[in-house]
């Protein structure tokens, strides 16, 4: 069962706009939600976290805005570049429990054009 | 070097060989991890080790066996694969396990084929 779900399996936007990724959560024990990017051939690359008790995380060009009641999560990147393109995962962890335990979405994969 | 690097990048085996994935961190982390990406499905964790200790074995097949002789390397062990282990087997490190700041640094990872 998966506890991390990214349902969009692409995304194109235009540069210049904002990109939006969206995640869900099924459980209710995670704390701590991250994303990570990956372009090919390479490995995921951390880009943002946001704990629990926040509602939002910015940084940059990149905000992660949590709604722990939705059980649901965002990656805005405002505004989007071309070097954006890669595939995004999302994932959360119960920092309580299992020590070490990522639980990863399928990845959006976020094409940005000029 | 930096970061964490893996070896080697693309490996084809059969499936009565036998290889070894290798992984290397040069972050000074305690902690260091096994995932598998296969098509279209998340990152799966393998295993974990925390100061050169297995901590969780993910319920992996005996095919694929680990070493952690010590925090800065980390091995994967494959033998008598099958082609449905085909994967993207990436290495990963983070500062400590159950720090509550579980940021994991990746390598590049090893694209395993098994013909």
């Known amino acids: 069962d998966q506890q991390v779900k990214q349902n969009s399996p692409s995304l194109s936007v235009q540069e210049g706009r904002i990109s939006i990724l969206n995640c869900d959560y099924t459980?209710?024990?995670?704390?701590?939600f991250l994303w990570y990017k990956k372009y090919p051939a390479e490995g995921p690359t951390f880009l943002i976290s946001i704990s629990s008790i926040k509602d939002k995380n910015e940084d940059g060009r990149f905000t992660v805005f949590l709604n722990k009641s939705a059980k649901h999560l965002s990656l805005h990147i405002v505004p989007s570049q071309p070097g954006d393109s890669a595939v995004y995962f999302c994932a959360a962890t119960d920092r309580g429990s299992t020590l070490g335990r990522l639980y990863f979405g399928r990845g959006t994969q976020l094409t940005v054009w000029p | 070097e930096t970061g964490v690097t893996q070896t080697p990048r693309h490996l084809v085996m059969g499936m009565t060989n036998k290889k070894s994935l290798k992984c290397e961190q040069h972050?000074?982390?305690?902690?260091m991890y096994w995932y598998k990406q296969s098509a279209k499905k998340p990152l799966e964790l393998m295993f974990v080790y925390s100061l050169e200790e297995r901590v969780e074995n993910n319920s992996v097949p005996s095919r694929f066996s680990p070493e952690c002789p010590n925090s800065s390397h980390l091995f994967l062990h494959l033998h008598t694969l099958q082609p449905e282990d085909s994967a993207l087997y990436l290495c990963?490190?983070?500062?400590?396990?159950?720090?509550?700041?579980?940021?994991?640094?990746f390598g590049s990872g090893t694209q395993l084929s098994v013909l």
């Open positions: 972050l000074g982390h305690n902690a």
């Open positions: 990963a490190s983070s500062q400590q396990v159950g720090t509550g700041d579980e940021k994991l640094f």
């Open positions: 459980n209710s024990m995670f704390d701590y």
